[in-house]
């Protein structure tokens, strides 16, 4: 999905190798989301002390518009406020107007336009959400929710 969905005419750096060793670093969370046994999306982030990275998210062609993308990513800034983070990252496509969008509908904002990000071919665009004032006390814990449909 990485690949074709992501990665497309860049070649493919997410092989099995790289995102089972993120999975398995406790300091990232992998996020799935079914369509009965149908994978239709998942979704990579990393934990730093202060920050979380959203590495990966993609939804599968035949299950866009349904909200699965916005429910992942719900659910991973709810799960990066729960961890303390102040801010989560992501960098996208410049020409990727529907994740720039999506990103926009949840509270992130431009920080910057890197050209030649990707291989040296496409730009790309760096958004944060701040999810609270980096010295501001961190949260009481709660359980990350999750819409199963």
Do not use: C
């Not at 009965?36 to 866009?64: K, N, W």
């Amino acid at each position: 999905m990485s690949r074709d969905l992501i990665e497309s005419g860049l070649g493919w750096e997410y092989r099995d190798e790289r995102v089972a060793k993120m999975i398995a670093d406790p300091e990232t969370v992998a996020l799935v989301a079914r369509d009965v046994s149908l994978i239709a999306g998942f979704a990579i982030m990393t934990f730093g002390d202060d920050r979380a990275h959203l590495v990966l998210l993609a939804v599968g062609q035949s299950h866009h518009r349904q909200g699965i993308a916005r429910a992942m990513l719900d659910w991973l800034l709810e799960s990066a406020r729960t961890a303390g983070a102040a801010s989560v990252h992501v960098e996208l496509r410049a020409a990727n107007a529907a994740a720039f969008a999506l990103y926009r509908s949840a509270g992130f904002e431009q920080t910057l336009r890197v050209s030649g990000y990707y291989r040296g071919r496409e730009s790309a665009v760096r958004m944060l959400r701040l999810l609270r004032a980096p010295d501001a006390a961190l949260p009481v814990w709660q359980p990350p929710t999750f819409d199963r449909r």
